[in-house]
């Protein structure tokens, strides 16, 4: 029988969670909020670019996607309710230079993985998806879930790819459902300062901004002042990790609830510009660190805010962090503890 939206699983009820790329950015933050949720989670992660302290909870399988064998061995020992699924390469720069890298690990080793995961009977699967699946958008506001999707680099057709993959593969099954997130720019930290970004390259707008408080860069470039918006700079949607964990919180109880395949926007729904996120980042540091106006970087869409109200109605998403100046403040009381 296909699955209709029900309500909820009652709170407090543990589940099995297998989180890939459990040890990084934001699944670590996910594995937090199941962990206080009182779900039994099971990470597994190659530490490529994740870490083993950020993982607060559960335990920590250290394996790589393409190690199919490790991975089919894990699923059938721990046998999960649903697995949630971080792991990729995440650099849409890189993506650029070595496409056959985002290929394979984001487009192949997710087929791999949905594979191994419906041998196994697991029927639900919360996948990370990216706005760079939107490409530039065609006008400056807050774009849906129905918006046209066109990437414009090697890594948006990876996760389009694999989301296409999920799709074709839940229309045909009756037993296989997903919830693709497509998360605008995530940023901040833990409250507690316990985790945050580590990543080796950073490339987010904040961290670099904390890094170059820190004197970690001699300055900070800003990509393109002659935008048409509103201070000429770039615009974009930053969402607290936090409030993106509640996020995944929210679709893995709308699997378990027996809820049916869907995709979200995850941001705020306003954006702020680069320009704005340098400003705070001053403001909160107390440092005047160095700024410089460079050129346009080719394929920056000038404008990009999601819409996210899907997300609010259908899984009552509340955000709890919709505050650039907290997004800041504990991105860099996490950044000064490095
Ligand atoms: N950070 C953002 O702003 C952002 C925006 C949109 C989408 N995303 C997506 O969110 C997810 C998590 O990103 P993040 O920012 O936490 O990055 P991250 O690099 O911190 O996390 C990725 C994790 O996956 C692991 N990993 C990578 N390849 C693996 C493999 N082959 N086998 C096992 N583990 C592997 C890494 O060690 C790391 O722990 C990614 O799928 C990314 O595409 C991130």
Known sequence: MDRVNKPAPEQGIKKKILVTGGAGYIGSH????LGERGHDVLVFDNLSTGRRDLVLHGTLVVGD????????NTLKKFRPDAV???AASIS?????QDPMKYYRNNTVNTINLIDIVVQNGVQNLVFSSTAAVYGVPAQNRPVDERATLLPINPYGWTKLMAERVLQDLSDASRAFHYVSLRYFNVAGADSGGRI???????THIITRCLKAAKGELAVLPIYGTDYPTSD???????????????????????????????????????????????????K????????????RRPG???????????????????????????????????????
């Not at 996607?65 to 089919?72: F, I």
Request: net charge negative.
């Open 30 to 33: 996910v594995v937090k909020a």
């Open 65 to 72: 996607l393409q190690d199919l064998e490790l991975l089919d």
């Open 84 to 86: 949630m699924h971080f």
């Open 92 to 96: 849409v720069f890189e993506s650029v």
């Open 196 to 202: 945050g970004q580590r990543y080796p390259v950073s």
């Open 232 to 282: 000429g700079t770039c615009i974009r949607d930053y969402i607290h990790v936090d409030d993106l964990a509640d996020a995944h919180i929210a679709a893995l109880d709308h699997l378990l609830g027996g809820g049916t395949s869907e995709v979200f926007n995850c941001g705020y729904g306003h954006g702020t510009s680069v320009r704005d996120v340098v400003k705070a980042a001053k």
């Open 284 to 295: 909160v540091t107390g440092v005047d660190f160095r700024v410089t106006e460079e050129g």
């Open 300 to 338: 920056d869409p000038p404008f990009l805010v999601a819409d996210p109200s899907k997300l609010i109605r259908a899984l009552s998403w509340k955000p709890r962090y919709d505050d650039l100046r907290y997004i800041v403040e504990t991105a860099w009381n996490w950044e000064k503890s490095l």
